[in-house]
């Protein structure tokens, strides 16, 4: 019996914080990734309960530079990507905090690798296809499910 068909790979993000209060070492944590300009991806859910005000404080409290954008939508799209991708230009971030569910985090995440893997979204789709590394991204979850948090895979429309 050969086991070489059986050998895979399963990739997971290097670090996970977790436990009452963690939120409070976000700035430390984007420190640590260097970090000077922060941008917080999150949905429309999270600023009216005030979730993304709370985290733009704290991170601005340790001197960091913090825009938001909020137009991630249930099920994102590329033209969710391709506004996300505007809003890191514009605010000239090297730090991407993701902040929601799946949605904003797999925003957040191919965002992140837009601007150094150009060309169509779609030629990205499978296992490996990103070449280049992009701005570091903080996920943040505030919900439980999809467990977009603990992968480098995202869905996109």
Do not use: W
């Not at 993000?13 to 944590?29: E, K, M, N, S, Y």
């Amino acid at each position: 019996m050969s086991f070489d068909n059986c050998i895979r790979r399963f990739d997971v993000p290097g670090t996970i914080v977790h436990g009452a209060g963690c939120r409070q070492q976000l700035p430390t944590i984007a420190r640590e990734l260097g970090a000077t300009r922060v941008l917080i991806v999150t949905d429309s859910g999270i600023v009216k309960f005030g979730v993304a005000d709370e985290i733009r404080k704290l991170l601005e409290s340790a001197g960091l530079s913090v825009a938001v954008f909020d137009s991630v939508q249930p099920d994102p799209t590329d033209a969710n990507v391709a506004a996300g991708v505007v809003a890191l230009d514009a605010h000239r971030a090297d730090c991407i905090v993701a902040l929601g569910g799946g949605s904003p985090i797999d925003t957040a995440k191919v965002i992140a690798v837009r601007n150094a893997n150009p060309g169509e979204l779609a030629s990205y789709m499978g296992l490996h296809k990103i070449t280049c590394a992009g701005v570091p991204v903080i996920a943040v979850p505030t919900t439980a499910g999809t467990g977009s948090e603990a992968t480098k895979v995202a869905v996109i429309t």
